[in-house]
């Protein structure tokens, strides 16, 4: 099934930056990111070279992608616009891109290596230190960082732009994505560890903000959204996943495991008997199986369940049916294909995914 999904990704051309399928109703950088991130995986897993290939192809594209501008200290920083160069400025997409481009950096050498390490500084000092100036010229103000760093919110990072208007409020998805996932996968290539400590106190935020029932709301630019459960469990474990990985803070590790206990339970109660998640096709759905890196992590890092293994068990023999992959839209749908990669190649190889060096 997965070497399936990765001939879907390669048939699309993924490298071109825009996928040759039907549908693009979300033809995006962080989409063609997940599936390059799953080629590479597969690379990893049958060391067959045209994966690697054609996953780098879409990296080397992605650093074209990203655009220029000065931060508020003068220095050069870079962002990428979601879908394109001149979408909106989004640190949640962009947030999964940077850290997918942070996992090809191993196979790259001279100029390549080093045009992705530039890329992905400039975009870390882009959170970091924010832009002097609107950067698309749109009149919504510079900002002085993305990151906060005071109050009961520290370690939050805002949206970037959004509807509009500056947004620095903590926003879930990009705490997650930007500041656990790429800021500790940063810290892992370059051993800045003011990198690490933004991606442990994003991580701090994280946990603080799951609910007593086990669910993470998502806030985004001072309001929850209902609509998006299963996608903010998925995005949120991918960033603690990556802490608890990365990290040698043991008291954080331990409040990782301990917090989590409960949006694992939440996780089981909420499966269906088929093994899924959320209403099919929905776009929560679509990014549902986002969630299996919990428990795979759960399973493999932290201790073996018999609940959680049971609950994985049925969602891969779901996917193992050529029908039920066809109802739910792998290599259809394109948000849905490159989850369902990501969730299968680190039920195979727990880690395999989050590979940096």
């Not at 390059?36 to 995986?41: D, F, G, N, P």
């Not at 929560?284 to 890196?293: F, K, N």
Request: hydrophobic share 40%; net charge neutral; charged share 25%.
């Amino acid at each position: 099934v997965l070497r399936e999904i990765g001939e879907w990704a390669i048939a699309a051309e993924i490298g071109s930056g825009t996928l040759a399928v039907q549908d693009r109703r979300r033809t995006s950088i962080f989409t063609n990111s997940n599936l390059a991130r799953v080629l590479l995986a597969l690379y990893d897993l049958t060391q067959e070279e045209r994966y690697k290939t054609h996953a780098l192809a879409w990296f080397d594209h992605l650093v074209t992608l990203q655009q220029i501008t000065l931060s508020s200290r003068g220095d050069t920083v870079g962002y990428w616009g979601d879908m394109s160069p001149a979408g909106n400025i989004y640190l949640g997409d962009a947030g999964t891109s940077a850290s997918a481009l942070a996992g090809a950096v191993r196979y790259t050498k001279d100029e390549q290596r080093c045009a992705y390490l530039n890329a992905l500084q400039r975009y870390a000092d882009f959170v970091r230190f924010g832009c002097q100036n609107d950067p698309q010229e749109k009149n919504r103000g510079g900002s002085p960082g993305w990151i906060l760093t005071d109050g009961d919110d520290a370690g939050a990072v805002g949206c970037g732009y959004y509807r509009g208007e500056l947004s620095t409020a903590p926003y879930t998805i990009a705490t997650s994505v930007t500041g656990a996932a790429f800021f500790s996968a940063w810290y892992e290539l370059t051993g800045d560890k003011e990198c690490l400590a933004i991606a442990e106190q994003a991580a701090r935020w994280l946990l603080k903000s799951r609910k007593s029932d086990g669910e993470i709301p998502y806030l985004l630019h001072n309001r929850v959204l209902m609509q998006w459960p299963l996608d903010t469990m998925g995005y949120v474990g991918e960033g603690l996943v990556s802490v608890y990985r990365r990290s040698e803070n043991s008291e954080l590790r331990d409040a990782i495991v301990r917090v989590m206990q409960r949006s694992l339970q939440w996780l089981l109660n909420r499966q269906e008997r088929r093994g899924v998640w959320g209403r099919m096709r929905s776009e929560d759905q679509q990014r549902s199986q986002g969630v299996l890196t919990l428990l795979v992590w759960h399973e493999s890092a932290v201790a073996a369940d018999p609940r959680i293994a049971k609950a994985l068990f049925r969602n891969l023999r779901y996917f193992l049916d050529k029908d039920n992959r066809k109802a739910f839209g792998v290599n259809e749908l394109p948000i849905t294909t490159g989850f369902v990669g990501l969730g299968i190649a680190e039920a195979l190889e727990p880690g395999v995914t989050y590979r940096i060096k």
